[in-house]
């Protein structure tokens, strides 16, 4: 279930009195809205009615928002406003001594794109790796990437960046490299045919 | 065809040598070469890009993880034009082995007699399949023993019964295939797409999701390549491949050319039209350059 966090103005909040805010909701690029009521209130959070599965609002979607006070007319309703609520793609590393593969799947079609980046444990203000992977906003699609010349038995942090438009949000991962091979591997080969 | 391998030894060095795994595209099991030097040599094996990987062999099973190796078996074929003895052009195209399909080739040659010189075209010359030697009177008259000059391929293409420009005779792991190019010494420079590698392959399509009518609108296409050089400089090391079908419906994933060796992967893919349509796939940089674009059909069993 995504959290939304939405600053809104609303028209004529002074007097008379709120009797009921209308809240209404859509995913970005529909048509029709969905609408409900609720009463004045100090809290600064309210759960979108949850009484039937459309209208549970989907994780890592844009939403448009609006608020409208109500307080004996309908005023103008605010400006629209948009949000969305990243959560984490279940990423799968799979490390060498030198390499670590990194694959996870594309959470939505509003996301953009995927900045990923790396640095040491013990040094994280410093980034070592980074790489966008573009997603096309195709979904679903496995988001695949191979993080070379790191050192073995080393632990590294991973950030992944969902963007999807002028949204992203930040989701760190650890992975440890395995330890070097004792065994070391041939180099400069070549292949050829003929 | 010969396979041929070389290394530099690691330090320290093997105590029992090398394995040289390979297995020509779409086989499945690698068969296994033990050496002790830093050579290998694979004689007579059939025309077919081939992958694999060497290890160092440390004795009691301790091996080294292994290097990956790939290598697309482009070959030349050549094009020659005479006049018989009846005053007709004769093409005559040959190749040191037969390809596995047929082959379309045009261009054009200059005859010259009578210090006239003329341009002449020939138009998908068909090459056919397993040959290494065909002749075809192209027809025409060429009185004067004319002297044939500057001989020009402008456009050669197999023919795939199944899919068009994309290898796929056979539904799945199609086993072999080599590229021919033309009057050239070296394979040409790759241009960093999968798809210009002879080794680009559909190799099955599965359906995942079937409408209530029996028609499948979804399903997860595999593809493989090998890439036997790394691309000079890329803007990127991922390319995206797009399939896009006769409704502008796109799908895509994206594929790395950061490795020497074989590469899979799946693009699951929405479906419309019927299965059977004629699609395009085309790669990507990053940046959205278009490096390649073929036809294809879906690799369907029947």
């Known amino acids: 279930?995504?959290?939304?966090?939405?600053?809104?103005?609303?028209?004529?909040?002074?007097s008379p009195a709120s009797t009921n805010f209308r809240i209404r909701y859509r995913l970005m690029g529909d048509v029709a809205w969905t609408s409900f009521l609720v009463?004045?209130?100090?809290?600064?959070?309210?759960?979108?009615?949850?009484?039937?599965?459309?209208?549970?609002?989907?994780?890592?979607?844009?939403?448009?928002?609006?608020?409208?006070?109500?307080?004996?007319?309908?005023?103008?309703?605010?400006?629209?406003?948009?949000?969305?609520?990243?959560?984490?793609?279940?990423?799968?590393?799979?490390?060498?001594?030198?390499?670590?593969?990194?694959?996870?799947?594309?959470?939505?079609?509003?996301?953009?794109?995927?900045?990923?980046?790396?640095?040491?444990?013990?040094?994280?203000?410093?980034?070592?790796?980074?790489?966008?992977?573009?997603?096309?906003?195709?979904?679903?699609q496995t988001m695949t990437t191979l993080i070379e010349f790191l050192d073995p038995a080393s632990t590294y942090r991973v950030i992944l960046n969902p963007v999807a438009n002028q949204f992203t949000a930040q989701f760190v991962y650890a992975v440890t490299t395995l330890v070097d091979n004792p065994y070391p591997n041939v180099t400069s080969l070549t292949a050829t045919l003929s | 065809m010969e396979l041929s391998l070389a290394w530099v030894a690691p330090v320290p060095a093997p105590t029992c040598g090398y394995k040289a795994l390979y297995r020509a595209n779409g086989q499945t099991a690698y068969t296994e070469v033990s050496t002790s030097g830093t050579t290998a040599t694979i004689s007579s094996i059939p025309p077919a890009c081939y992958e694999g990987l060497v290890k160092s062999d440390f004795c009691s099973g301790n091996t080294a993880t292994g290097v990956p190796f790939g290598i697309n078996a482009y070959q030349p074929f050549y094009v020659d034009i005479t006049i018989n003895e009846s005053a007709e052009a004769v093409i005559e195209i040959t190749s040191d082995y037969g390809n596995p399909y047929d082959l379309l080739v045009s261009?054009?040659?200059?005859?010259?007699?009578?210090?006239?010189?003329?341009?002449?075209?020939?138009?998908?010359?068909?090459?056919?399949?397993?040959?290494?030697?065909?002749?075809?009177?192209?027809?025409?008259?060429?009185?004067?023993?004319?002297?044939?000059?500057?001989?020009?391929v402008t456009d050669f293409s197999p023919i795939f019964n199944e899919g068009q420009q994309l290898q796929q005779l056979d539904p799945v792991n199609t086993p072999e295939y080599f590229e021919f190019f033309w009057?050239?010494?070296?394979?040409?420079?790759?241009?960093?797409?999968?798809?210009?590698?002879?080794?680009?392959?559909?190799?099955?399509?599965?359906?995942?999701?079937?409408?209530?009518?029996?028609?499948?609108?979804a399903g997860a296409l595999n593809f493989s390549y090998i890439i036997s050089e790394l691309y000079d400089t890329p803007p990127s090391t991922l390319?995206?491949?797009?399939?896009?079908?006769?409704?502008?419906?796109?799908?895509?994933?994206?594929?790395?050319?950061?490795?020497?060796?074989?590469?899979?992967?799946?693009?699951?893919?929405?479906?419309?039209?019927?299965?059977?349509?004629?699609?395009?796939?085309s790669a990507y940089w990053l940046d959205t350059t278009l490096i390649d674009q073929r036809y294809f059909r879906l690799p369907i069993i029947s």
Do not use: K
């Open chain 2, 107 to 152: 261009g054009s040659f200059v005859a010259t007699a009578n210090q006239q010189s003329n341009t002449y075209y020939f138009n998908d010359i068909t090459y056919p399949a397993g040959s290494t030697d065909y002749s075809e009177i192209l027809g025409g008259s060429y009185p004067g023993s004319p002297v044939i000059s500057d001989i020009t």
């Open chain 1, 39 to 140: 009463a004045p209130t100090s809290a600064t959070t309210i759960t979108i009615p949850q009484d039937s599965p459309t209208t549970v609002l989907d994780d890592n979607r844009i939403y448009d928002f609006q608020v409208q006070n109500i307080n004996g007319a309908d005023n103008p309703l605010s400006l629209i406003s948009q949000s969305i609520g990243f959560t984490a793609p279940e990423v799968t590393f799979s490390p060498t001594d030198t390499t670590v593969g990194v694959s996870f799947p594309n959470l939505s079609v509003d996301i953009d794109s995927y900045t990923l980046q790396v640095t040491t444990a013990i040094d994280p203000g410093t980034i070592i790796f980074t790489t966008p992977l573009p997603t096309g906003n195709v979904y679903p």
């Open chain 2, 239 to 281: 390319v995206e491949l797009i399939i896009t079908d006769d409704n502008y419906n796109t799908s895509s994933t994206f594929v790395s050319i950061a490795e020497v060796g074989l590469v899979t992967g799946t693009i699951n893919m929405a479906v419309t039209g019927t299965v059977q349509q004629t699609r395009q796939i």
């Open chain 1, 1 to 14: 279930m995504a959290t939304f966090h939405i600053p809104v103005t609303c028209e004529n909040i002074i």
């Open chain 2, 183 to 217: 009057n050239e010494v070296s394979p040409p420079e790759w241009d960093g797409s999968p798809l210009s590698l002879p080794s680009f392959t559909l190799n099955q399509f599965t359906a995942t999701d079937i409408d209530t009518s029996g028609n499948t609108i």
